[in-house]
């Protein structure tokens, strides 16, 4: 029913089997303002209060009403799906129903949803129609918030990470198919889970809105900008000829860089880091541009921070990437399909020999079976960016194994991604927290050069797992940057002595120098030791000379899947 139509409403007396069953039907369907439309007198009649709600003064009520009064009102785009909604049930016999906007006097538009039922003469021309009209305005922004949300990141207003990833699969098809040439950003905020520790969530969420609207600044008309993940946006830019993807990067970094972010708080200076592919030389699909682009990312994060990486690859590269996705595949496969194991290797008490914790080594079993070392494919799954997702399965699994087995006490090693990455350590925090009465059986190991890379960071990672009630270990001590200065500002619990240094210890001099220094060290803040990689008898003598608290190593034996467990052990010291 609309103006295309030819059909006009009347307020004449209808014809009587147009009965109040009609209008109790209307009345059922919803409550709002009703009228009554007769077709040939071009006019109709609205009950109280449509005037006000509607917000079209010359509808009075139980008045006549020129019918273009009100039709005259519906926007361009709604008056068709009207007219077809009437012609397809009303001339049925059934309840039609549809939603369309309606023009005000005060030229805003409203929402509302019009329900009716007609009267036909032989020849199938409408005599009367009575109809309920309601105001869904309210209901249709919840519903339309609902869509963009489906579509946008509610903080920013920025297309979310799969929106963005269906607007990438569409460029790359497109300049695959037309002429033309786009790229691809991935842009990082350094350091905002400092942020998020120090200031809290609500300046956090100031310095994302600003990184997103200083973003959006350096984005042309056409570009696709959105949220990806909790600290990282995507930019799709169409490059034309001359346009470089570095220069919007470089713009990026700039702007901001340059000018501090005002919080609540006062200032806050803040830098990105930005990865980018190009398109369609270096990427053929979306899923690789975005893998690429995530490569570049941890390249420019590693190399400092504060940059931009644009990846490129040869041909030797490719066929690696090709052979490392492939991997990447089996492990996902592993993942899913419950194949990743632990492996368990004693820690033993230097003076007893007996066991104080075991060290949880991940293992994949592959389909035939086979044993496969951490060392075969965990550099796949941190090259892929699944190394979170393999560390939350192994605190899942090492957990499993607490509850299952009340009397040992367990040791997870956790990577330098998921020690840096604010949402997945407070993933961990959740599991350990749904199990707390597990958490003083359960130490996590950080590496020494993942700590030194950002000590601040590092040392609110370990603060978390610390007010948990879990130990931490500091792993390969002596093997990376050595500040020993910093080691008390990390607080951890334990030093793992890198293996380096275990090696002939007994004639080696220089290993000795380092032995005694680093022990002294450790128990001047009153950390406990570990040796690793002790292999021999001569070597555990030598260790337990030095006054080291713990070994670890082939002598004592080897990670086994069957769990090695011997007598019941003590909770840890520390």
């Known amino acids: 029913m609309g103006r295309g139509t030819g059909i006009k409403m009347s307020i004449a007396d209808g014809p009587e089997d147009m009965d109040a069953h009609h209008l109790r039907r209307l009345i059922q369907a919803a409550s709002g303002y009703v009228f009554?439309?007769?077709?040939?007198?071009?006019?109709?009649?609205?009950?109280?209060g449509a005037a006000e709600a509607l917000g079209i003064a010359e509808l009075g009520a139980e008045q006549a009403v020129a019918a273009d009064?009100?039709?005259?009102?519906?926007?361009?785009?709604?008056?068709?799906?009207?007219?077809?909604?009437?012609?397809?049930?009303?001339?049925?016999?059934?309840?039609?129903?549809?939603?369309?906007?309606?023009?005000?006097?005060?030229?805003?538009?409203?929402?509302?949803?019009?329900?009716?039922?007609?009267?036909?003469?032989?020849?199938?021309?409408?005599?009367?129609?009575?109809?309920?009209?309601?105001?869904?305005?309210?209901?249709?922004?919840?519903?339309?918030?609902?869509?963009?949300?489906?579509?946008?990141?509610?903080?920013?207003?920025?297309a979310n990470r799969g929106q963005i990833r269906a607007d990438l699969d569409s460029t790359v098809a497109r300049v695959q198919s037309e002429p033309g040439r786009a790229g691809f950003l991935l842009i990082n905020i350094d350091n905002l889970g400092a942020i998020n520790e120090g200031y809290g969530h609500p300046v956090a969420d100031s310095v994302i809105v600003e990184v997103a609207r200083r973003v959006q600044r350096q984005a042309r008309s056409g570009d696709a900008i959105g949220r990806v993940d909790g600290n990282q946006f995507g930019l799709i830019a169409d490059l034309g000829e001359a346009q470089a993807l570095e220069d919007?990067?470089?713009?990026?970094?700039?702007?901001?860089?340059?000018?501090?972010?005002?919080?609540?708080?006062?200032?806050?200076?803040?830098?990105?880091?930005?990865?980018?592919?190009?398109?369609?030389?270096?990427?053929?699909?979306?899923?690789?541009?975005?893998?690429?682009?995530?490569?570049?990312?941890?390249?420019?994060?590693?190399g400092g921070r504060d940059r931009y990486v644009n990846f490129e690859h040869c041909a030797d590269k490719l066929a690696k990437r090709?052979?490392?996705?492939?991997?990447?595949?089996?492990?996902?496969?592993a993942l899913n399909e419950r194949r990743l194991k632990l492996a368990y290797q004693p820690i033993v008490d230097s003076r007893t020999g007996a066991p104080r914790f075991y060290e949880c080594l991940l293992r994949m079993l592959d389909n035939d079976g086979e044993v496969v070392p951490a060392a075969r494919f965990m550099p796949v799954v941190e090259e892929l960016g699944l190394i979170r997702m393999v560390d939350r399965r192994v605190l899942e699994?090492?957990?499993?194994?607490?509850?299952?087995?009340?009397?040992?006490?367990?040791?997870?090693?956790?990577?330098?991604?998921?020690?840096?990455?604010?949402?997945?350590?407070?993933?961990i925090v959740g599991m350990v927290r749904e199990q707390e009465t597990l958490a003083p059986r359960l130490t996590f190991e950080i590496t020494e050069?993942?700590?030194?890379?950002?000590?601040?960071?590092?040392?609110?990672?370990?603060?978390?797992?610390?007010?948990?009630?879990?130990?931490?270990?500091?792993?390969?001590?002596?093997?990376?940057?050595?500040?020993?200065?910093?080691?008390?500002?990390?607080?951890?619990?334990l030093v793992k002595i890198d293996g380096q240094f275990v090696q002939d210890l007994a004639a080696n001099r220089e290993n000795?120098?380092?032995?005694?220094?680093?022990v002294d060290l450790a128990q001047g803040f009153g950390l406990a030791t570990v040796a690793e990689c002790v292999e021999t008898q001569a070597e555990s003598e030598a260790v337990a000379s030095f006054n080291v608290d713990y070994q670890q190593g082939y002598l004592f034996g080897r990670p086994s899947l069957d769990g090695p467990w011997q007598n019941p052990l003590v909770r840890a010291a520390g």
């Open 36 to 48: 009554d439309w007769q077709v040939e007198a071009e006019t109709m009649r609205w009950s109280n």
């Open 248 to 302: 919007i990067a470089e713009r990026i970094l700039g702007t901001v860089r340059d000018e501090v972010v005002q919080t609540r708080d006062g200032p806050i200076a803040v830098t990105v880091s930005v990865g980018g592919v190009e398109l369609p030389e270096v990427a053929q699909s979306g899923e690789a541009a975005f893998g690429y682009a995530e490569e570049a990312l941890e390249q420019a994060k590693r």
């Open 449 to 493: 050069t993942v700590a030194m890379q950002d000590i601040a960071e590092s040392g609110r990672f370990i603060g978390r797992l610390r007010d948990l009630g879990c130990a931490v270990a500091l792993d390969d001590f002596g093997a990376g940057y050595t500040s020993f200065k910093y080691l008390k500002s990390l607080a951890v619990d």
């Open 322 to 333: 090709r052979r490392t996705l492939a991997n990447g595949d089996k492990v996902l496969a």
């Open 69 to 158: 009064v009100y039709l005259g009102r519906l926007t361009p785009d709604d008056a068709p799906a009207r007219s077809l909604a009437f012609d397809r049930y009303c001339r049925d016999g059934q309840t039609f129903s549809c939603s369309y906007k309606l023009r005000r006097d005060d030229g805003r538009c409203v929402w509302v949803e019009e329900t009716g039922i007609g009267d036909f003469d032989a020849e199938g021309r409408p005599r009367r129609v009575v109809g309920m009209v309601r105001v869904v305005q309210d209901q249709r922004q919840r519903e339309d918030s609902l869509v963009r949300l489906a579509h946008h990141d509610e903080l920013t207003g920025l």
């Open 397 to 427: 699994m090492a957990l499993q194994t607490l509850e299952q087995v009340p009397d040992i006490l367990l040791t997870v090693n956790v990577s330098g991604m998921t020690a840096s990455d604010a949402a997945t350590l407070e993933n």
């Open 512 to 518: 000795q120098l380092f032995m005694r220094t680093l």
